[in-house]
């Protein structure tokens, strides 16, 4: 049965009063944005003219910037080095209201920096200056001590995985297991070589891309998301998975209930950049606003619909997530939420 919009206006009106810890892959966005009027003469490729750039927050700060953007505490923990990327990376962490204190700094580590060129509103070509390398014991230990050191103030946990090396299968085992032992709501956005390392939590939201691959089964069918939604759910023992299927909106499997549809609320798609990061930031944050996971999907699908309206990782506020809500709700899609029998 739909959730009436009156309740839903009530979890938004209750978000920015939490604190969310964000445990991952930390990364910068850089975008340059140009027109091309020629093609090389050195290659068959386009020539662009660069005309302005921006630096933005990406992977696991750019979680943290949508935690922030909808009031609620983010405590980002993630790696570093010793870089002046890591020096501008802060910069923007503070413009946000992030601290950076619990960034740790593995010497000989590049911050990793994602350069995308774009022309016309499209992306030409992606730069990336990274190391994927696992990290160092001492570097784990190091996010282990400053996880543990805010645990006790936490209102749910965003472990955000890019596969960059942060994200170990020890390290993670360490995380989830002292989340838990503090009855903690754990969501995991993943990646899919260490999918079968996410178990026991309490979400994980692949895109169907991921869960398809994952389970074993590509979804071409309403038929297979049923098979590898419930049959990826079950196998990784957490309580729900949301899986997240672009223009045809999510789907929320939980442990007990049936599947619960979301249609999309997209009005235009300019960019994906970071929108599973904005479903997961508000999804945590209206899990601890006192939503639902139903309410939280409904939530969590009208921030990425916002999101991918903007060019490069927009971080959806309060005001935003709640004009949103509104058009949504004008248009009927909140009666669309329907339950489906099990495969």
């Known amino acids: 049965m739909p959730v009436p919009p009156s309740r839903l206006h009530d979890i938004v009106g209750a978000l920015g009063r939490s604190r969310i810890g964000i445990v991952g892959d930390i990364m910068l966005d ?15 490729v ?63 580590r590049r911050t990793t920096i994602k350069t995308r060129i774009m022309a016309h509103a499209q992306q030409v070509v992606r730069a990336d200056r990274e190391d994927r390398t696992a990290i160092r014991d ?15 103030l936490l209102g749910g946990v965003i472990i955000s ?38 178990r026991d939590v309490s979400l994980i939201t692949p895109n169907h891309h991921e869960a398809g691959f994952a389970f ?21 023992n957490t309580e729900a998975l949301l899986i997240t299927r672009g223009p045809d909106g999510m789907s929320l499997f939980q442990q007990g209930e049936q599947p619960v549809h979301v249609p999309t609320f997209a009005r235009r798609v300019y960019d994906v950049t970071g929108a599973g990061d904005t479903v997961i930031a508000a999804f945590a944050s209206a899990r601890a606003a006192g939503a639902s996971n139903i309410e939280a999907a409904i939530i969590a699908n009208a921030a990425a619909g916002y999101t991918v309206g903007e060019v490069g990782t927009a971080a959806v506020t309060g005001d935003d997530l709640a004009a949103e809500l509104e058009r949504t709700i004008a248009d009927g899609a909140i009666g669309t939420v329907v339950k489906d029998s099990q495969s």
Not at 222 to 236: F, I, M, S, T, W
């Open 46 to 108: 386009p020539v662009v003219d660069i005309a302005s750039s921006r630096l933005l927050l990406g992977g696991a700060a750019n979680v943290a910037a949508n935690v922030a953007a909808l009031g609620d505490d983010p405590v980002l923990i993630g790696v570093v080095g010793e870089d002046d990327a890591a020096n501008r990376l802060r910069m923007l962490l503070d413009d946000y209201g992030i601290a950076p204190e619990s960034l740790v700094v593995e010497e000989g």
């Open 161 to 198: 995985d890019y596969g960059k090396g942060v994200i170990t299968p020890t390290l993670l085992t360490a995380l989830i297991a002292r989340a838990r032992e503090r009855n903690l709501f754990v969501a995991v956005d993943p990646k899919d070589a260490n999918f079968m390392n996410y």
């Open 30 to 44: 850089e975008y340059l944005h140009g027109t091309v009027e020629r093609i090389s003469p050195e290659a068959p």
């Open 138 to 152: 001492v570097t784990a230990t190091g996010i282990v001590q400053r996880f543990e050191a805010t645990l006790d």
């Open 216 to 236: 074993g089964r590509r979804i071409r069918s309403e038929h297979d998301l049923l098979a590898v939604g419930h049959g990826l759910r079950e196998r990784l």
